[in-house]
């Protein structure tokens, strides 16, 4: 497809498309391209984990058929120890227990990958053309991983100008414009000042990490949060930070936002995610213990002032639910304005390990129907069009993971994958007298788990690509597979194997510009398509 006609396909040309009204299309797709924003005819870029500001992980184009690798790349030179004992899977089993961050595209069609090239968690970022991964040029950072249980992520994130973000070491942003292009001077943001940090760079680059992905917005600002390990000379607190178009950099202390000194950092691998009209940034705050209590709020894009914030408590037991370190859940907006943000269940294991998918409206003070699984995973909106048989209200609909670990509570290993509808509820699979969104579609995985009898291989996904115009959502399992979910059949129309299968973190699946689909297993990224 040439680039005029992916762009025909997004004439409506409004940031969300008001629940989709006045942009269906063939699909009845959302429009992706933000208010004022020109892309070159190449395409649409990928800019940040889970695509956009929203974290709906929509596709604006068809993505090719799963028939072959067109190309691979190592995104780990130095896998950590691949064998660990973890309450959701069988003890002794093979794992491995690190998140890679997400591939991005430029609408020129460049793919950029983080790479991690020592066991110490050093890193760099590799820009490469996408239809046949040739190198365009890399650069390694000098980052610095903050202390962890798994391995958390580092990533890139591109505005929608086409400058490209990814982090350096005392919470500094590098930036390049023009990514496409093999040469370019690479530049330095720090979020509390260049001079500052120039005064003693050791303490900082010591001291202060950055551990979410970073999130732009339509005006080519960015968004990112970052923990504090020991001192350091300005006494920065671990926290929320935000850098203009123009390097100006503003930051808010967790502590503060949340109006609670127990709180010191942002949720760890959990990006921010922004309003429909950007006027408010949506962060999750937590302490630094791998399992711990927080807050979900609600900032003020321009000064990061506290506008909203929620307690995210388990719609079962009434306790407050766990943010949990080792995850990657980040929120996800609706083009309603609802907020949708992934726990782990308290008391831990009452829902079998699967957490809840909270959802609040905007002012995240009233609280809607959850989902039944929240563990790790982001969700991913479905436009309704792409379901041919629903016949509910709502103006969109959602995909998530529907694990069901065996082994943990009454798990039972039937490991399946689900659209959801927000607004219509039905009792929870597990808990028969806790209310959770309806089911419109689910579909269990198809490998046998040889640890489990009776189970399946789990679904390894924390955020799954939505192909709208061909009516397909794109999903990695466990089994070392890419399915094709086909939404009008409820049936996999078609997988591709890409490792031998591996228990791990959860990754994400991506559509470039040229409707390759990108996924990453066993330390691994696989370009596929026809």
Not at 253 to 282: C, F, I, K
Not at 393 to 419: D, R
Not at 464 to 483: M, Q, R, T
Request: proline residues 8%.
């Amino acid at each position: 497809m040439t680039g005029a006609a992916k762009l025909a396909r997004l004439a409506c040309g409004a940031a969300l498309c008001a629940a989709f009204a006045g942009c269906n299309g063939a699909a009845g797709t959302i429009a992706k391209i933000p208010t004022g924003v020109t892309y070159p005819s190449s395409g649409v870029p990928w800019l940040t984990f889970a695509s956009n500001e929203w974290h709906d992980a929509d596709s604006s184009i068809a993505s090719q058929p799963l028939d072959r690798i067109h190309w691979q790349q190592p995104v780990d030179l130095a896998p950590p120890d691949a064998v660990a004992k973890l309450s959701v899977r069988p003890a002794g089993a093979e794992e491995l227990l690190i998140h890679y961050g997400s591939p991005i595209f430029t609408a020129a069609d460049s793919v950029i990958v983080p790479v991690k090239t020592s066991s110490t968690g050093t890193y760099r970022v590799d820009v490469r053309h996408a239809a046949t991964g040739a190198l365009i040029w890399q650069y390694t950072s000098d980052y610095v991983v903050p202390a962890h249980n798994w391995w958390p992520s580092y990533n890139v994130a591109l505005t929608p100008q086409n400058q490209l973000y990814f982090p350096g070491a005392g919470g500094k942003l590098y930036y390049r414009d023009d990514p496409d292009v093999s040469s370019g001077t690479i530049n330095t943001a720090v979020f509390y000042g260049q001079s500052t940090y120039n005064a003693d760079p050791s303490a900082y680059n010591a001291s202060i990490m950055i551990n979410t992905p970073i999130t732009s917005d339509s005006h080519g600002d960015v968004f990112f949060g970052f923990t504090v390990a020991g001192t350091n000379p300005d006494n920065i607190q671990g926290g929320i930070a935000r850098i203009d178009a123009n390097g100006n950099g503003t930051w808010v202390a967790a502590a503060t936002a949340a109006g609670d000194p127990s709180v010191t950092q942002a949720a760890m691998n959990s990006a921010p995610a922004l309003s429909p009209d950007e006027s408010t940034v949506y962060v999750a705050v937590a302490s630094s213990q791998d399992w711990s209590y927080g807050y979900l709020l609600g900032l003020n894009s321009t000064t990061l002032a506290t506008e909203y914030k929620a307690w995210p408590t388990d719609p079962a037991s009434g306790m407050q639910s766990y943010i949990v370190q080792d995850g990657t859940a980040s929120p996800m907006v609706g083009p309603d304005g609802d907020v949708y943000f992934g726990v782990l269940e308290n008391p831990e294991s009452s829902h079998n390990d699967r957490g809840w998918l909270l959802h609040y409206d905007s002012t995240l003070t009233t609280i809607k129907t959850p989902g039944s699984f929240g563990w790790d995973d982001t969700p991913s909106l479905v436009p309704t069009s792409m379901v041919p048989s629903y016949t509910g209200t709502s103006p969109y609909l959602l995909f998530t993971k529907y694990n069901n670990y065996a082994g943990i509570g009454t798990g039972n290993g039937h490991n399946e994958i689900a659209v959801l509808d927000p607004d219509a509820t039905e009792p929870d699979p597990i808990i028969s007298t806790t209310t959770v969104m309806k089911e419109v579609l689910t579909i269990e995985g198809v490998t046998p788990d040889p640890e489990n009898p009776g189970g399946v291989k789990e679904w390894c996904i924390n955020s799954a690509a939505v192909d709208p115009f061909s009516k397909v959502i794109l999903a990695p399992s466990e089994d070392g597979h890419v399915y094709r979910w086909d939404m009008t059949t409820n049936t996999f129309t078609q997988s591709i194997q890409v490792s031998t299968g591996i228990g791990e973190a959860y990754t994400p699946s991506i559509v470039e510009p040229d409707g390759q689909v990108f996924s990453i297993q066993d330390a691994t990224l696989f370009a596929i398509g026809e």
